[in-house]
């Protein structure tokens, strides 16, 4: 069972934006960074943010995130079709020793 | 450049073991924490433990424990990743993962390997 709650699918027309919520506790997102995922369907996940908000090398502005109290938002803007793809929030919880997942985000371009 | 290079596809019977290799290469071995991470078809990602490829030290999920290795030889800097006692339950794709800073296994995931699908039928 997540400790991560995310909701299951989220959607937009092209060029539009979509925000993903992320919500936890103080033993995970309370106290330790989030970090968010891209799985295109069929390929391994992808390092979108990390550290609540800083994007690696490569990934667009479009993809900007957030953390306040034990909650982290992931924000897209100008959907694209190649953004269509699960989404996950994850970090470490403190209690259970070990890294957690959200159970994901579908995000569909209309 | 960085990548992280899994052992094929396989099948296993119930009650057996699976073992999984992931060739690193492209940076310091020694100097990341390994992770392994697995996704069962249609699911989400479940986090299953990290190895220190320095030390040999692991952690393990609690509901892994008594039943997971990981192990390494750094002379060929590969990871390794041993399931026994399978389940059906543990048909999924296995990945492994390092993470994104050095010596910091509470840290996101920079690379991920190509991930590995077991499936345990009889």
């Known amino acids: 069972q997540s400790v991560l709650t995310q909701p299951p699918s989220a959607s937009g027309a092209p060029g539009q934006g979509v925000t993903i919520s992320c919500s936890g506790s103080n033993s995970n997102i309370g106290s330790n960074t989030v970090n968010w995922y891209q799985q295109v369907p069929g390929t391994a996940p992808k390092l979108l943010i990390y550290s609540n908000f800083q994007r690696p090398s490569g990934v667009p502005d479009r993809f900007s995130a957030s953390k306040s109290g034990t909650s982290g938002t992931l924000a897209i803007s100008g959907l694209q079709s190649e953004d269509e793809a699960d989404y996950y929030c994850a970090a470490w919880d403190d209690i259970l020793d070990g890294y957690i997942f959200g159970k994901g985000t579908k995000v569909t371009v209309l | ?122």
């Open chain 2, 1 to 122: 450049q960085v990548q992280l290079v899994q052992s094929g596809a396989g099948v296993k019977k119930p009650g057996a073991s699976v073992k999984v290799s992931c060739k690193a290469s492209g940076y310091t071995f020694t100097g990341y924490y390994i992770h392994w991470v697995r996704q069962a078809p249609g699911q989400g990602l479940e986090w299953m433990g990290w190895m220190d490829p320095k030390s040999g030290g692991t952690r393990f999920a609690q509901k892994f424990r008594g039943r997971l290795t990981m192990t390494r030889d750094t002379s060929i800097t590969t990871a390794y990743m041993e399931l026994s006692r399978l389940i059906s339950d543990d048909t999924a794709v296995y990945y492994c993962v390092k993470n994104r800073y050095q010596w910091n296994y509470r840290d996101s995931y920079d690379f991920w390997g190509q991930g590995t699908m077991v499936i345990v039928s009889s």
